[in-house]
């Protein structure tokens, strides 16, 4: 389907400010000031730009330990996010959260969420309620591939195609499950027809173009709105980063991501092909890249200046003080 | 003796017993690392926290197990392998993952012995991080051992210095029972003096860690070193205390903790989980009800506060028992007289 000039634009700035926001973290936590785990989407960003941009407010995700992504994709604040990553009382979860736990029920993002393969069962929750409620909204759970091998995943599919219920899995799978290759950990050869097998459809995507996941998602996420029951997305791209933020990333051949960076970039890529056929101009798009860039750095200013939590607020948002 | 790192206590542990037994594998996520990676190095991590690094190369991918993000499957796998004959060391990365995997567990390891008809033998352990610490948040940095300790079936270690997590190592894989096994993500690097050869700390016995005169201090894991740092200024002011590191939560020590507290008629247990079901209520309960007469004053409880261990470095510092808090409250108990 033919994307507007201005969903093209909206769709380049999302991808455009997950890259700067990851690639600055990448840079500030060498300070030391960030603490705790860091875990950056670098190289996938076309998957959640691509799904997130069918979405509305309405509409619920659930993300992963990789969150940050998910959650600029649907909308949540940069600044805000940008506070709780530091810790800050002002973050978007009170400094509670850091990066692992980043959510806002406003916008229907459900929480990046630290224990793997925890999140898709929640989004078939949330699509029973859409079914309840009759609002037409469309859950959406983003998994990778160590977290497609976890059985509260394979648990989700089945039961959302039971119930048949508006929910889509998208399944990232970025080459590795922390050390480990997708290869070994997952154990289908083919892990489309994997998917298939539990009786959800499949549109199978490239990860690193953001107009191919822009439609399998939008006939995934159409199919759900129509009362069609689940889906499932199936995307490859890979993490530019290492699992966290000082990842010494031994398993990984030298060069790999080098060669990413210039031959496969999503966002290039995007440019490339918007360019070429003369659908936007370079200049605009390299108008969003300065934009971006200032946003992240007043976001990490803001961060740095933030009022820090109390002691006392340990107790805040509990039903019982002892 | 040699000092060495926790962490190092721990892998001398696995690899001496892996040597001694050829029954006893190791599972679990990364644990060698980089199968099916790009660069073909294998032991690319050892382990997330590096405790069972370089097992593949002398054990190889038989008895050491790279799996898939499966704890359920972890845990199942490691009960069958121990009822088939085996003795599986079993790692979850974080135990707040017990929460994906507790029906083997609890369900099933704890309690196959006693249903089977004590015919069953099920010499598992499970070895878990645990604690805060690292600032990672409220999925990452529980305790977890006051519940575990709740299910009867099974024994909970929680070493605090590398020869106690050696010592305890070792015997937990020649237990003929399940063990949790948790070792504190703060105490890795912690280095201390370690015995040479073959050392095993039976589980139940506590160690009796200083002697003092004015109150008994029990202290959990990575509580412990912050008791003795409070300990430590107190005596500054002429105020000694018994410190008392249960070691094993599960069989507990309370003998010995109720034989000091005739000594010294005041209890103080330091205990970073939340404080209700936790193991500082539990001995509290245990002094209230076969020591009361020994006591001079109320049993201190100083724990961490009822919620879940949040991010930021202030709120954490404030989660998690500081020395200086400690210090002050086993001041204001000595005080009161
Ligand atoms: C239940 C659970 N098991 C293990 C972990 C540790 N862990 C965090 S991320 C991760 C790898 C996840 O791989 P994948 O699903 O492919 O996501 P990616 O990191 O590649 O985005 C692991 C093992 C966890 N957080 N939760
Ligand atoms: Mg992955």
Not at chain 2, 218 to 244: N, P, Q, Y
Request: proline content about 5%; overall charge negative; glycine content about 10%.
């Amino acid at each position: 389907m033919q994307i507007s000039r201005q969903q093209m634009l909206r769709a380049y700035r999302q991808m455009a400010m997950i890259r700067a926001f990851e690639e600055r973290l990448h840079v500030e936590n060498r300070t030391g000031e960030i603490a705790g785990f860091i875990h950056l989407y670098a190289g996938q960003e076309a998957i959640a730009v691509g799904v997130c941009e069918n979405l509305t407010d309405r509409d619920h995700i659930i993300s992963t330990h990789r969150g940050h992504g998910h959650a600029i994709a649907k909308g949540c604040d940069v600044t805000a996010m940008m506070l709780e990553i530091y810790g800050s009382r002002d973050g978007m979860c009170k400094g509670r959260s850091g990066s692992m736990h980043i959510a806002d029920l406003d916008k229907g993002m459900l929480g990046a969420n630290a224990i793997v393969g925890g999140g898709p069962p929640i989004a078939v929750g949330a699509a029973i309620a859409s079914k309840v409620k009759k609002d037409g909204s469309v859950a959406v759970s983003f998994s990778g591939d160590g977290a497609s091998n976890q059985g509260t995943v394979f648990e989700a599919m089945n039961m959302a195609v039971v119930l048949k219920v508006p929910k889509v899995f998208v399944f990232e799978n970025n080459g590795y499950s922390e050390h480990t290759g997708a290869s070994y950990g997952v154990g289908t050869e083919d892990p489309v027809k994997r998917i298939a097998g539990f009786g959800l459809p499949v549109w199978e995507a490239d990860g690193t173009d953001f107009f191919s996941v822009h439609e399998a998602a939008r006939q995934a996420i159409g199919h759900a709105r129509d009362g069609n029951g689940p889906s499932a997305i199936y995307a490859e791209a890979m993490r530019y980063f290492g699992h966290f933020e000082g990842d010494p990333q031994l398993y990984r051949a030298k060069g790999e991501v080098d060669a990413l960076r210039t031959g496969n970039d999503c966002l290039l890529n995007f440019r490339r092909r918007t360019t070429d056929g003369a659908l936007l101009e370079a200049a605009e798009l390299d108008g969003i890249d300065r934009e971006t860039a200032d946003t992240v750095d007043e976001a990490v200013s803001a961060a740095k200046a933030a009022p820090r939590p109390s002691p006392e607020a340990v107790l805040e948002d509990v039903y019982a003080t002892y | 003796m040699p000092t060495m790192t926790m962490r190092d206590a721990l892998n001398e542990v696995l690899f001496n017993e892996m040597r001694r037994d050829p029954n006893v594998i190791v599972l679990g996520e990364d644990i060698s690392g980089g199968a099916g990676g790009s660069s073909g190095t294998r032991d690319a991590a050892g382990g997330i926290f590096g405790v069972t690094k370089g097992l593949i190369h002398e054990f190889g991918e038989d008895r050491v197990i790279d799996t898939p993000i499966s704890e359920s499957s972890i845990v199942g796998a490691a009960n069958g392998a121990a009822l088939a004959g085996l003795r599986p060391v079993a790692e979850i990365m974080f135990a707040d993952f017990v929460g994906v995997c507790f029906d083997q567990i609890y369900n099933q390891a704890a309690k196959f012995r006693y249903m089977f008809g004590g015919k069953a033998r099920t010499p598992v352990v499970i070895r878990m991080s645990m604690g805060a610490g690292m600032n990672a948040g409220p999925q990452h940095s529980q305790t977890v051992y006051p519940m575990l300790t709740a299910v009867p079936g099974l024994k909970v270690a929680v070493p605090s210095t590398p020869a106690d997590a050696k010592g305890l190592l070792t015997t937990a894989i020649r237990d003929d029972d399940p063990v949790v096994f948790l070792e504190h993500k703060a105490l890795y690097a912690r280095k201390g003096e370690v015995p040479e050869g073959d050392y095993a700390i039976p589980f139940g016995e506590a160690a009796l860690v200083r002697e003092g005169a004015d109150a008994t201090v029990v202290a959990i894991a990575r509580m412990r070193g912050f008791a003795e740092r409070a300990l430590d200024t107190l005596a500054g002011d002429g105020i000694t205390c018994d410190l008392i590191d249960p070691r094993t939560t599960s069989p507990l020590d309370d003998e010995l903790i109720i034989e000091s507290v005739a000594n010294t008629g005041r209890l103080v247990i330091v205990d970073e989980s939340p404080p209700r079901c936790s193991i500082a209520a539990d001995i509290a309960g245990q002094v209230a009800q076969n020591g009361f007469h020994h006591l001079k004053a109320p049993i201190v409880q100083i724990t961490a506060p009822h919620a879940p261990p949040p991010f930021a470095r202030e709120l954490e510092r404030a989660y998690v028992p500081s020395p200086n808090r400690i210090e002050a409250e086993i001041r204001a108990l000595v005080a009161g007289g």
